[in-house]
């Protein structure tokens, strides 16, 4: 079966400027988890959309926001980027919820100059 | 200080050698998960143990849930380069709601 897919891989960003990335989750997982990858950080969750409902929320600004949409689809949005937000922006998706494991995405590589 | 502290951070050692990777926290998960990331590319669920003492072998990878909860532990026997990778711990709280939480990784690296 087809894994987690995100586009783009790579982006390259100027600050100011805003960004939007997706994610097609494996058919039939309704749940779909963001994190950001960091060397300093680790992963840091994002949210969580389960049948177009953020269900949850980590620490992240008003910046980052995202949706799901009825085919389970996912976009994050980033909003007048910064050169912290260059990160590896990783979507999860899974069944349920968390608990029944995750399955990732390769990520997309976000560099903002 | 994160939630889950992952130690070592860093391990080298050769090809046939043993290591230990710990997950270790003050707070109780109901379930603990260890992902294996590789450069380039997202993390891969190994396990996922749930019961507390809980033992799970994988091949020549074993896995281990602490009595309490909290901790968790990764050994891998005769490790091999293919073994290289950044090994991620991530626990599910209930209280915390529907999100895993990482720890900050261990890296190995397994030379020939």
């Known amino acids: 079966k087809a894994g987690v897919t995100q586009t783009p891989r790579y982006l390259i960003k100027t600050r100011g400027q805003q960004v939007t990335l997706s994610c097609s989750p494996i058919?039939?997982?309704?749940?779909v988890s963001w994190y950001q990858q960091t060397p300093g950080q680790g992963l840091q969750f994002l949210f969580e959309?389960?049948?177009?409902?953020?269900?949850n929320k980590g620490n992240f600004p008003g910046r980052f926001s995202g949706r799901q949409f009825s085919n389970s689809r996912s976009e994050m949005n980033v909003s007048t980027l910064e050169l912290g937000d260059s990160a590896l922006y990783l979507c999860?998706?899974?069944?349920?919820?968390?608990?029944?494991?995750?399955?990732f995405g390769s990520g997309t590589r976000l560099t903002v100059v | 200080t994160q939630l889950l502290e992952q130690s070592p951070q860093f391990l080298s050692i050769q090809e046939g050698e043993n290591l230990t990777v710990y997950c270790n926290s003050s707070?109780?998960?109901?379930?603990l998960q260890w992902y294996r990331q590789e450069p380039g590319e997202g993390p891969v669920l190994l396990v996922t143990?749930?019961?507390?003492?809980e033992v799970k072998k994988l091949k020549r990878l074993t896995f281990q849930f602490g009595d309490a909860r909290k901790d968790s532990s990764l050994h891998i026997t005769a490790a091999q380069p293919g073994d290289t990778g950044l090994y991620l711990c991530?626990?599910?709280?209930?209280?915390?709601?529907?999100?895993?939480?990482f720890g900050g990784g261990t890296r190995v690296l397994v030379k020939p």
């Open positions: 999860a998706s899974s069944l349920e919820g968390p608990d029944d494991g995750y399955t």
């Open positions: 058919s039939g997982h309704r749940s």
């Open positions: 959309y389960f049948s177009e409902t953020q269900r």
């Open positions: 707070s109780v998960f109901s379930s």
């Open positions: 143990v749930v019961t507390g003492g």
């Open positions: 991530a626990g599910d709280r209930r209280a915390a709601g529907n999100k895993l939480t």
